[in-house]
Nanobody, 126 residues
């Protein structure tokens, strides 16, 4: 199982960026696919998750209204559209997949997640 993450970069505050996650093998069929992020000196925290059986999205409060997660079954890809980016969004973003979107809630349950992609750096700076 692999999750290939891409799309990070350096942007200015207020800009947009789209991350992509391409799970391979059975990962795309796992019940929950989403994103964590980890800033320097901080815990890894859940950002967003999509429940694959009905495409229901879940978001951390800090990104609600700015980030949108979506899934393209034809391309076997999950996207995280990030708008109105802020400096505090700066972090390494990790794509992950597992059984429950509840694992993507907060910073306590990432230890339960079994499948991870490599990180992609997002830097928001003027």
């Amino acid at each position: 199982v692999q999750l290939q993450a891409s799309g990070g970069g350096l942007v200015q505050p207020g800009d947009s960026l789209t991350l992509s996650c391409a799970p391979s093998g059975f990962a795309f069929d796992l019940p929950a696919i989403g994103w964590f992020r980890q800033a320097p000196g901080k815990e890894r925290e859940g950002v967003s998750c999509i429940r694959t059986r009905d495409d229901t999205p879940f978001y951390a409060d800090s990104v609600k209204g700015r980030f949108t997660i979506s899934r393209d079954s034809a391309k076997n890809t999950v996207y995280l559209q990030m708008n109105s980016l802020k400096p505090e969004d700066t972090a390494i973003y990790y794509c992950a997949a597992d059984r429950r979107c509840t694992y993507f809630n907060g910073s306590r349950y990432h230890v339960l997640v079994d499948y991870w992609g490599q990180g992609t750096q997002v830097t928001v700076s003027s």
